[in-house]
């Protein structure tokens, strides 16, 4: 069988090196010019305990989500892996390690619930790992050696690879580990016939593989971020770890504060003082984040929250994915107290888009709120980013020297944007503070002036729809049923589109890195151009339909998946499917 694509999950438990087989396997991929894209599952408890799983996926064609079903499931252990099997596609794959048979009860042996519509394929993966390492380790690589025969790729390709990845741990471990690839690789050539074939195109150039946790913390950095502080939190921790290792070398700093309330304290300070700075959080700690973004919205001091959200609430699920956190990143506050949310789709968003965010920021003097996920944050993909290196950047409003004379800090302007200063400028004082305020910064409780200086802040959200990249329309502009969607879940809609379209079922979609503010004549022209509206999310109460819904007064067709893994393209184009043959009675 002739394969352009193919989708292999290795299941476990912690210690089996599952991170490492995916690495391994997408950096082998990558390097022969394959499109790729990897989602690892872990278990939210220590080292030791519970399941972990790689999926990958690699494709000569342009990969936008994990795609449905699985063509191989590799089973490292097999109690944990007997649910996978859910996954398998007819017709696939299973690799089951034949050491361990007899080893377990019949109910926990992933062999005994193989069906007939799935091929097993017994590997001694334990037995041949203590072959070339002595240890039980090395069995993730006996696996992939299988495979390197299995779909007929390279040997080369995963051996430069294992050499590549070990190389800081010595020649020796490099040795064992290339040892277990190719027992693997020698075993599956004598016990099973080659009749799976992937096609490779010699001529392809290496991808670049990233996360969309690395492309943010590169976009903030390459635009000019001087300052981080944050509190570890599963998913978006990698972020910070970026930030100490790379801002120190361009003058920057990085500081772990005591938790999420002291980061956000902090990296308003330092707004404050002039240099860009971010913090980054999940569900939990952009709650406890509340009132420092309203005292930025009073204060009308610029801030950067990466959020990358995960399933809640409380600490509710912390490695797994959904997009449960948009109501409080809209809402989350007391009073009426506006702020930027904007929603990547993908790594290349991930990088361009906080760079927009630090120059709305800036230049609006308001705080953004930057909307990741999990499955965005953490997944591997081959991408092709265009690096926009502008480390010195500034969208600040400066005052003139005629207006530091008698300096308004929250001068009323027709953008809402009045000057801001360094604090220290000569002759140049004011105050700054949570309360409301007049013009000057001194604490104001009148009527008129709320009124006024409500209006200034919201007035700026107007005046920057200008500066708002334009929403995208993909698909088929003549198509009756319009699909609207945010974040992470665009790209299995995309391929939910595609299934349908492949069944003469024509769609499109309106996508945009904004969800407030939103260029709104070009979604109201969309959705008047459309007879039915479908809205998916990952989200039990559809948190982005009803903000369509009360903005535009939209009555869409919801689909609701509180998920905990990434969104399936087939569930999109049943959804669909469906739909058409509403429109049809």
């Known amino acids: 069988m002739k394969y352009s694509e193919i989708k292999i999950r290795f299941c476990g438990i912690a210690g089996d090196g599952i991170v490492a087989s995916g690495k391994i396997l997408a950096g082998a991929c990558a390097n022969i010019g394959l499109h790729v894209m990897v989602n690892n599952i872990y278990s939210a408890e220590i080292r030791g305990l519970g399941k972990s799983s790689a999926t990958i996926r690699f494709s000569t064609s342009k990969l936008y989500s994990m795609g449905d079903g699985l063509d191989l499931l590799v089973g490292m252990v097999s109690k944990e892996s ?124 290496p991808r670049a593989l990233t996360s969309g946790n690395d492309a943010i913390a590169k976009g903030a950095i390459d635009c000019g971020l001087k300052f981080f502080a944050g509190y570890p939190i599963t998913p978006a921790t990698k972020i910070m770890e970026i930030a100490a290792k790379e801002l120190p070398k361009l003058g920057g700093w990085t500081l772990q504060m005591e938790d999420e309330i002291a980061a956000i304290g902090a990296v308003l300070g330092a707004w404050f ?123 600040r409003k400066k005052p003139t020297s005629e207006q530091l004379e008698d300096f308004l800090r929250y001068q009323i302007t027709d953008d809402g944007v009045s000057p801001m200063i360094v604090p220290g400028e000569p002759g140049a004082v004011y105050s700054t503070t949570g309360l409301e305020h007049s013009v000057t910064g001194n604490p104001n409780y009148e009527s008129d002036v709320h009124s006024m200086m409500t209006a200034k802040r919201f007035r700026k959200f107007e005046s920057m729809v200008a500066d708002l990249p334009h929403a995208n329309i993909l698909g088929d502009e003549t198509a009756e049923i319009g699909i609207a969607g945010w974040g992470s879940t665009i790209g299995s809609i995309l391929e939910g589109m595609d299934i349908a379209k492949k069944k003469g079922v024509k769609t499109k979609l309106i996508k945009s890195i904004m969800i407030h503010p939103q260029r709104e004549d070009l979604f109201r022209e969309f959705f008047a151009s459309c007879k039915k509206i479908i809205v998916p999310e990952m989200n039990y109460q559809g948190q982005y339909a009803a903000l369509l819904k009360s903005r535009y007064g939209i009555k869409p067709i919801e689909v609701h998946i509180p998920a905990v893994e990434p969104v399936s393209p087939l569930k999109i184009a049943q959804k669909i499917m469906e739909t058409n043959s509403e429109l049809s009675k």
């Open 82 to 205: 007997i649910i996978d099997l859910r996954d398998v596609k007819v017709g696939g794959n299973v690799i089951y390690d034949i050491s361990t048979v007899g080893d377990v009860a019949e109910e926990d042996s992933l062999v005994s619930h193989i069906t007939p519509e799935i091929q097993g394929h017994g590997l001694p993966l334990k037995k041949l790992a203590n072959e070339a390492t002595g240890t039980n380790q090395g069995k993730n690589l006996v696996a992939i050696g299988a495979i390197s025969y299995f779909y007929s790729l390279p040997p080369d390709m995963f051996i430069d690879q294992i050499k590549s990845v070990f190389a800081h741990k010595g020649e020796h471990i490099i040795d064992v580990n290339i040892n277990a690839f190719r027992l693997g690789y020698e075993y599956f050539r004598e016990h099973y016939p080659l009749n799976n074939q992937f096609e490779i195109d010699k001529s392809s150039e």
């Open 273 to 395: 003082a002039g240099k860009r700075a971010m913090t980054a959080t999940s569900g939990p700690g952009l709650s406890l984040m509340s009132e420092m973004i309203n005292l930025s919205v009073m204060s009308e001091i610029p801030t950067i929250i990466v959020n990358v959200q995960r399933g809640g609430p409380s600490t509710g699920l912390p490695t797994k994915v959904e997009q449960g956190d948009l109501n409080i990143a809209l809402y989350g506050g007391a009073g009426d107290s506006p702020r930027v949310v904007m929603a990547p789709s993908n790594s290349e968003e991930c990088y361009s888009g906080i760079q927009l965010a630090f120059d709305i920021a800036e230049k609006y003097q308001t705080p953004v709120i930057f909307l990741s996920d999990l499955f965005l944050g953490q997944r591997i993909e081959t991408v092709t980013i265009k690096e926009n290196i502008a480390r010195n950047r500034c969208t």
